[in-house]
């Protein structure tokens, strides 16, 4: 995979994943060509759209659209896949709506983050990647509480 593109579509991109820079490509131009192609594709048309030497796979889900960027040799199908995956597992933890993602951004990063390593699927169980972020959700709220306990600590002190 080259990378990774997630649009509310209206040429809106909300989460934007990165592993390859495209040979000095303007990020905003390719957001803006590629978007530009798959909005324009018929709905039954195939996901799939070859595209500056690359294959670009896409889904629609709703009103979101989530797009892959991958080599010529990688397999559509496995891609499909994956991010049939990603917004399953997007949906178990977010509810995926367009509000969640913009808000939790960070929390759709994570969740790619251990779906994908160097472009490729690197864990395949649900259950596996919820009790993943669990443990990372667990870690954030202890690290709030010191911080605010702290930051309580701190203020006591100058009064």
Not at 34 to 53: E, H, M, T, Y
Not at 59 to 68: E, I
């Amino acid at each position: 995979m080259v990378f990774s593109l997630f649009s509310e579509g209206e040429n809106k991109v909300g989460l934007v994943f990165v592993i390859l820079m495209l040979y000095e490509m303007h990020f905003e131009k390719v957001i803006r060509e590629l978007s530009g192609v798959i909005l324009s594709r018929g709905p039954k048309l195939c996901n799939f759209v070859d595209w500056r030497g690359f294959k670009v796979v896409y889904k629609r889900y709703a009103s979101l659209y989530f797009c892959m960027c991958i080599d010529q040799d990688d397999n559509e199908l496995e891609v499909l896949e994956i991010i049939h995956h990603f917004v399953e597992i997007l949906d178990r933890y977010l509810a995926v709506c367009e509000l969640d993602l913009i808000f939790n951004f960070h929390k759709a990063y994570y969740i790619l983050d251990e779906l994908l390593l160097a472009g490729e699927l690197q864990e395949s169980s649900k259950k596996t990647v919820a009790r993943l972020i669990a443990a990372q959700d667990s870690l954030v709220e202890t690290a709030k509480e010191q911080a605010s306990s702290i930051s309580n600590i701190i203020a006591q002190a100058t009064k």
